[in-house]
């Protein structure tokens, strides 16, 4: 694993600047309609809209401390388990000064911390630096597609120094299912995209692929460190329990019980095989299987099998923690890694990006293995999968260049197909989920 695939490298650098740094009127503090060739109004974009502004307020909100009660880790404003995520805490420092704690996630989380290149970036010296000495410098270059969802990554996927395992979730943390090109439509651009990677016509195809290759090869690293740190524990005697609950599909465990439910479970094209069995974490087993689908390339084609091999190993009952067990997944996730990484290579070095996610290939998948399609987890991501292959639906950001191919009555059949996604209101899941339902809403979109 080369240096850098994995986002912030444990032991990062801190963040040793606050955003007040980059955010004067002739920086980057300008008015949101400002030059666009220095993009000087970024800061104040991120300043009154960027959710990441908010991340160290959320700490103070009653949710935040009530979790930090039941987890028993003092204020959640100063507890390094949150601000590893909630603000620029890295694992090397262990205080930040409270000024930088107040910006939450700001500049430096995703440009690098810019004590060596702030001020030479502002110099007609920076644009004749190579990337490789920007680099040097602590600068991370965010041009390309992989290297933003790299970015991301740590944060809304874990890299085993910051998670979010189910000790925070059940304590009142939301789950992270990140999926990077929603995520990226999600969040208001703080940057002109005007000759940028925005401007490329398979912006949206290529955000999805390489945010799912990427996505998976984190993902898989990540169950690696927790297994590996599991079967150690269970070799030393430890008090441990298999793998960690959030490594499992949620609503295996937490559903709704209802007759019909049961019924469904039992019955039809979406039966399930092993009922009582939960499986290894859906949303990542249907991500690769759909890379497989959407990109025809042998890297891509290898990814859906590996997860599969990786969920057949994990996918039986655990009593309690089998060392030699967990190895063995541990070794079916480094495989799965390995896989994912080709595949994100494989799709970086496309000329183009085309999600060949023909309707016939996901009918046919889905004709052939209907148990692997009853999640609601491998129902949303097929979703996200067509909104992306139609560029990224409605133009939330009034930015999109090409203003998004989807016709009228894409739209609103992709709106029905999110509808039927809903949790219903009060619910925290999928209570009436209908894998039936989907696919014929999924049949609708033209
Ligand atoms: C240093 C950690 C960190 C990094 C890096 C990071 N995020 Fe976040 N992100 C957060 C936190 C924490 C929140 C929740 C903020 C809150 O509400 O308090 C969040 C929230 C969001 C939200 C809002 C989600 C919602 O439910 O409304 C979006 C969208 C988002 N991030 C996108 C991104 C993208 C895209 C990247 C990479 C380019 C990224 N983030 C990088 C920590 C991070
Ligand atoms: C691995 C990184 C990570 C860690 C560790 C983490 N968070 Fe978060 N947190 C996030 C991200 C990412 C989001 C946004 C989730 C989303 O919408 O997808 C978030 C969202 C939240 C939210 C919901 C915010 C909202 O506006 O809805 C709360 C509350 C929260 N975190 C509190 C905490 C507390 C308290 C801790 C420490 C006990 C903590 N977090 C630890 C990454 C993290
Ligand atoms: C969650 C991650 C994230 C955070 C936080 C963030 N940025 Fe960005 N920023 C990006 C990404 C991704 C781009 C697009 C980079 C590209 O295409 O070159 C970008 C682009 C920019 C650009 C344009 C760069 C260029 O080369 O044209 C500027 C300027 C900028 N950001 C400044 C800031 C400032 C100032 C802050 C803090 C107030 C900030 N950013 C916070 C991720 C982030
Ligand atoms: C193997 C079964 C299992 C899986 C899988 C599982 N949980 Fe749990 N979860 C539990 C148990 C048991 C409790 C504790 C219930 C109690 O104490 O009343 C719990 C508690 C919770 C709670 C606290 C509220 C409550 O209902 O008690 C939340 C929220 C939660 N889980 C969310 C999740 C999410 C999200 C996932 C997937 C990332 C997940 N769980 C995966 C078994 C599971």
Not at 67 to 75: F, N, S
Not at 191 to 206: A, I, L, Y
């Amino acid at each position: 694993m080369g240096l850098g695939h994995g986002g912030m490298a444990a032991g990062a650098a801190a963040v040793a600047l606050s955003a007040a740094s980059c955010a004067t009127g002739s920086c980057h503090g300008g008015p949101e309609a400002g030059n666009h060739a220095v993009q000087s109004f970024a800061a104040t974009l991120w300043a009154t809209r960027d959710p990441h502004a908010k991340a160290a307020e959320t700490l103070h909100a009653p949710r935040s401390r009530r979790m930090a009660t039941l987890l028993g880790i003092g204020e959640p404003h100063r507890a390094r388990q949150c601000l590893m995520c909630h603000s620029v805490q890295a694992e090397v420092v262990t205080a930040l000064p409270p000024d930088i704690v107040a910006d939450g996630v700001s500049c430096g989380a995703c440009h690098g911390d810019a004590t060596r290149w702030l001020a030479v970036h502002q110099l007609p010296a920076w644009k004749a630096m190579s990337p490789a000495d920007r680099s040097e410098l602590g600068y991370r270059d965010l041009t390309e597609v992989a290297s933003r969802v790299r970015s991301c990554i740590p944060c809304h996927v874990g890299d085993g120094s910051r998670e979010v395992g189910h000790d925070l979730i059940a304590a009142g943390h939301p789950r992270l299912a990140f999926e990077f090109s929603a995520y990226q439509r999600l969040w208001p651009r703080h940057w002109s995209p005007h000759g940028k990677t925005e401007s490329r016509p398979d912006f949206s195809e290529r955000s999805w692929a390489a945010g799912q290759a990427e996505t998976l090869a984190a993902t898989a690293r990540l169950l690696t460190v927790r297994t590996s740190r599991t079967a150690a524990e269970a070799r030393t005697g430890g008090d441990v329990h298999g793998p960690d609950f959030a490594e499992f599909d949620c609503y295996a465990c937490h559903r709704a019980l209802s007759p019909e439910r049961v019924a469904a479970a039992a019955a039809g094209p979406f039966r399930n095989p092993a009922p009582g069995v939960p499986t290894w974490q859906p949303w990542s087993v249907s991500a690769a299987r759909l890379v497989a689908l959407a990109i025809d390339d042998p890297a891509a084609r290898s990814v859906g099998p590996a997860a599969a091999e990786l969920r057949a190993v994990f996918g039986t009952r655990w009593a309690d923690a089998d060392a030699e067990r967990l190895e063995r997944v541990a070794a079916k996730a480094a495989a799965l890694e390995h896989a994912a990484v080709a595949t994100a290579a494989a799709i970086a070095a496309q000329e183009t990006v085309v999600l060949d996610a023909q309707r016939d290939r996901i009918d046919a998948t889905v004709a052939a293995d209907g148990a692997e399609w009853r999640f609601w987890d491998a129902a949303a991501q097929v979703y996200l999968l067509m909104e992306a292959a139609d560029d990224g639906g409605p133009a939330r950001l009034g930015t999109t260049l090409s203003g998004g191919r989807a016709q009228e009555h894409t739209r609103d059949t992709l709106d029905a197909l999110r509808a039927s996604l809903r949790f219903p209101p009060g619910s925290g899941g999928p209570d009436r989920f209908d894998p039936v339902i989907f696919d014929r809403d999924r049949r609708a979109v033209p």
